[in-house]
């Protein structure tokens, strides 16, 4: 692991593009002494200091009942799927589709209802069961991936509990820069659940 010196000396040998993306896209991953490096360079080099505020609301997570609140918030929203206000939860599907030739996988996580949860996961094995097996590679991981989903119902508040605390990690800065009422987090869950597509291709 590198020293702060060593650290610091690296960023001040960096471009101002490349410090312009730490702050951005990185600084949720960095120690806090490292952020000190970062900021400190942002205002030496004089930059745009919104990077500064930036960095702040993206590396402020949320803790303890702050946390708690926020996620009992999130759970009481209205579902985005169905309009409803039914208590929400994530969920996780897994899809297989065969081509003879090859394979394309997806794994989603949505934040909905459990009524329409659960239909999403069915619809999820229902196409797997369909379309997963008409490949060599298919042939093998579509019995797998059909017993995952199942099995997964057995533990449904085991992954809501982290799809739910990773849509809070993954949008801390937003949350921060945004607020938390109503109007935000539903169009944070509208996005997640039509942007959050995890898919491979083989």
Same mark, same amino acid.
């Given at each position: 692991?590198?020293?702060?010196?060593?650290?610091?000396?690296?960023y001040?040998?960096? !471009?101002?593009?490349?410090?312009?993306?730490?702050?951005?896209?990185?600084? $949720?991953?960095?120690?806090?002494e490292?952020?000190?490096?970062?900021?400190?360079? &942002?205002?030496?080099?004089?930059?745009?200091?919104?990077?500064?505020?930036?960095?702040?609301?993206?590396?402020?997570?949320?803790e303890?009942?702050?946390?708690?609140?926020? &996620?009992q918030? &999130?759970?009481?929203?209205?579902? !985005?799927?169905?309009?409803?206000?039914?208590?929400?939860?994530?969920f996780?599907?897994?899809?297989? $589709?065969?081509?003879?030739?090859?394979?394309s996988?997806?794994?989603?996580?949505q934040?909905?209802?459990?009524?329409?949860?659960?239909?999403a996961?069915?619809?999820a094995?229902?196409?797997?069961?369909?379309?997963?097996?008409?490949?060599? $590679?298919?042939?093998l991981?579509?019995p797998?991936?059909?017993?995952?989903?199942?099995?997964?119902?057995?533990?449904?508040?085991? &992954?809501?509990d982290?799809?739910?605390?990773?849509?809070v990690?993954d949008?801390?800065?937003?949350?921060r820069?945004?607020?938390?009422?109503?109007?935000?987090?539903?169009?944070f869950l509208?996005?997640?659940?039509?942007?959050?597509?995890?898919?491979?291709?083989?």
């Amino acid at each position: 692991m590198y020293s702060i010196e060593e650290i610091r000396d690296n960023y001040k040998h960096f !471009p101002d593009a490349k410090i312009e993306n730490i702050a951005r896209n990185e600084s $949720k991953g960095l120690r806090r002494e490292v952020l000190n490096v970062l900021k400190d360079e &942002i205002t030496r080099r004089q930059l745009n200091l919104s990077l500064i505020s930036w960095v702040d609301t993206e590396t402020k997570s949320f803790e303890g009942l702050e946390r708690k609140n926020l &996620i009992q918030k &999130i759970q009481y929203q209205q579902c !985005p799927k169905c309009l409803e206000k039914n208590k929400l939860s994530g969920f996780e599907t897994n899809t297989v $589709k065969s081509f003879l030739i090859g394979v394309s996988t997806s794994r989603d996580e949505q934040i909905l209802c459990e009524s329409c949860g659960k239909t999403a996961k069915l619809n999820a094995i229902f196409i797997t069961f369909l379309a997963g097996w008409w490949s060599a $590679k298919g042939f093998l991981i579509t019995p797998f991936t059909i017993v995952k989903d199942l099995l997964n119902f057995l533990f449904i508040d085991k &992954i809501s509990d982290r799809i739910l605390n990773t849509f809070v990690n993954d949008l801390t800065g937003s949350f921060r820069r945004h607020g938390t009422d109503d109007r935000v987090i539903f169009r944070f869950l509208k996005w997640k659940n039509n942007s959050d597509d995890n898919s491979s291709y083989y």
